[in-house]
Nanobody
Framework: VQLQASGGGLVQAGGSLSLSCAPS????????TAWFRQAPGKDREFVAG????????RFADSVKGRFTIFRGSTEHTMTLQMNNLKPEDTAVYYC??????????????????WGQGTQVTVSS
């Protein structure tokens, strides 16, 4: 399963962006999924994760109240809605999915499938 992320771009502080992630095969309903991000010179960090059934969601403290994650209109997409963006949200965002588990937490080593990354730039 390969993951494809899209929706990044340039936005002013306070604006919104929506990132989408879809597998090249299979259905996201079969696995939990998550978003990570990596800014230049920093480690890849957890942003948000959603459980297989979409009912359980986790967020990094830095994005709570501003970001939400949910399944798309079909079982084959997952969306990260980012509101009230800040310059410190600037990073390459990656979607990820585990293999053989339903993990959706912050440990990046638990994820096997990764998207190619999409750039999000927030100007001040």
């Amino acid at each position: 399963v390969q993951l494809q992320a899209s929706g990044g771009g340039l936005v002013q502080a306070g604006g919104s962006l929506s990132l989408s992630c879809a597998p090249s095969e299979g259905a996201f309903s079969l696995v939990s999924t998550a978003w990570f991000r990596q800014a230049p010179g920093k480690d890849r960090e957890f942003v948000a994760g959603v459980s297989r059934d979409g009912r359980s969601r986790r967020f990094a403290d830095s994005v709570k109240g501003r970001f939400t994650i949910f399944r798309g209109s079909t079982e084959h997409t997952m969306t990260l809605q980012m509101n009230n963006l800040k310059p410190e949200d600037t990073a390459v965002y990656y979607c990820a999915a585990p293999r053989g588990s339903y993990y959706s937490g912050p440990n990046k080593d638990a994820y096997y499938f990764w998207g190619q990354g999409t750039q999000v730039t927030v100007s001040s």
